[in-house]
Structure formats: structure tokens, C-alpha cells
């Protein structure tokens, strides 16, 4: 995959989803991760930094941490193996390609808990679970428990609250609401989870993440788009790429000009279901350059914050003087 451009100045996508229960949720992991013995973490596999959860790397404080990247059949498999290598890297956390099309996967993870974290007096492992909206938790809980006991489903935030869930096999899950988080620093991610599915549709501008898509599946999957859409040659520009494409679909509204929603949501929906072939969204290489740039910002945020607070006091102490 081409090293796509870090963070693009000109894309601004503001997205306004952040239900009242995914505040509580992100108070209620701060809260329960201490009396945990493990994370198990559920990301996209072809997101595996966007839709990772900031707030389990901050407070996770050292705790044995598997990482499960779910929707493996989706993903780009030379990609994925990429990040299972660069996530493995890192001290006490297991990585594991998984997707609910194969249980199998997913019942390794009762043959791995125990090997990573001490049991309790009882033999019990305690594990929070968790992940952002649409990545498969639910799915991935039934398979563990071997019957269904969470609520699945297509739609992003379907579970509302923490449950405790006794596997009676030595693992005690703590379920925690799929989650997004009340800013997202880096513009390109927030692109990716849109994309990807895991923001609710009323809450992003389809057109916008379609053109986002549009660029880098040119960019990234060329051959994949010259067979899909059975062209010799790809235009340079994503916009007329939609053209080509949305003419080649029928995506016509009035005057015979080309319905951008209309190809843009079929483009993005056959990325979701992988009709365009296995693409990943972005590799460990992309990801820790987005990053540096984004904590650099964030940086430079404080030190303005810092330098405003220090003006603010020079100015109260100076009329104070008068």
C-alpha cells in the first residue's frame, strides 16, 4: 500500500454522534479498569488505529491486553499481517485476527486468557471487553459463551449499559457499550470510521467520505478499481472518478448529471461488504505518522493554552495594581 498523505489540510469532516450512554460508558471504563485483570479489545482489522480506543491506552496501566481484530475477512490480509507483527511489538499485548464468518478464531481466546493474566481465588479471570460501535462485540460474546446472550446487530450502538457475564469456563467478561469518543484529533480517522460503518449514517455526510474513499482507493487499490468497474485506465481526481463511475451506475439524477449521494453511498457500501476486494484503510506506517502529527497539534494546543492562561494573570495582576 502507498504511503497515503498523513492528515489532509483541506478535509475538515465534523462529526456530531456522541450519545449521552457512550459519556457514562468512557466514565465506567476509567472506573472498572482497575479491578480488572485484562483487556480483551475488539478493533476493526481494516482501522486498527482509528477505531482503537484512546482511553484504554491511557488508563490501562500496564494490564495484559488482546487485541482482536475483528472483521479480518474484510481486510487487506498482507496489511493485517502488518499490524498483528507492530501491535505484538508492544509489552504484554497478544493480537489476533479474527472474524465471526470462522467461530473457530474466536474460541482461541479461551485457550490464550489463561496464559495471560493470574486467576482469582475462584479461578477466575476477569477481562473488560470492549470496542467501538458496529465492530462485532456482541457477535464475538455469543461465540465465547456458546449461546446468545448479547443483543447483535447492524446499527451502531445497539448495547446501552455494562453488563457483568459469567462464561462459567474461568473468564468473567465485563461489557462495555461500543464507544466512540467526544473528538476525534486525527481528520483521516474520523474519514475511516465513517467509511467503515461504525458512525451512524444521520450523524456524517456521505458525499464528503465518499470523495474521502474515492481518493484512496485510487491511491491505494488500483487494480482492484479497474476490475471492479471494469476501466483500462483510472482518472487522477476522486471527484471524476465518482463521474466515471456513478455514469457507469446509472447514478443519475435530474438533467442527466450524476447523483454524487447515490454513488457515493453504493461506493462506500460495496467497501463495507468488500465487493471491491480485501482493503485495509490504513497500515502501522500510516497510522505512527498520523499520530506524530496529531500529538505534535495537540502539543501546540497546550502550549497555547498555557501562554493564554499566563496572559490572562499578567493582565489581572496589572489591574489589580491600578
Known sequence: MAPFPPLCAAQHMSINWFPGH??????????????????????DARIPYSSANPVISQF????????????????????????LAHFQKEDNVKALAVTTVHPEQIRQILGMYQSMAKPDKLGNITALITGIPNVGKST???????KVI???????AITKGQQR?????????????GILW???????????LAVSGAIKETAINNDEVGLWAAAFFLKNY??????????????????EFLEVIGRQRGCLGSGGHVDFHKIATLLINEFRTATLGLISL????????????VQQRLAEKEALKAEAQRLRKLAFKARAKK
Open 22 to 43: 457512550m459519556s457514562k460508558a468512557i466514565r465506567e471504563i476509567k472506573d472498572i479498569l482497575p479491578k480488572v485483570d485484562m483487556i480483551i479489545e475488539i478493533v
Open 60 to 83: 490501562r496501566a500496564g494490564k495484559p491486553f488482546l487485541k482482536l481484530l475483528s472483521k479480518s475477512d474484510l481486510a487487506d490480509p498482507v496489511v493485517t499481517q502488518q499490524w
Open 140 to 146: 464475538i460474546i455469543n461465540i465465547l459463551a456458546g
Open 150 to 156: 448479547a443483543k447483535t446487530g447492524n446499527e451502531p
Open 165 to 177: 457475564i459469567d462464561l462459567h469456563n474461568g473468564l468473567v467478561l465485563i461489557d462495555s457499550p
Open 182 to 192: 467526544p473528538k476525534i484529533e486525527n481528520p483521516n480517522s474520523g474519514y475511516r
Open 222 to 239: 488500483p487494480e482492484l478499481m479497474k476490475k471492479r468497474f471494469k476501466l483500462e485506465t483510472l482518472p487522477e481526481l476522486d471527484v
Open 282 to 293: 490504513e497500515t502501522p506506517e500510516i497510522a505512527m505518522a498520523e499520530d506524530a502529527i
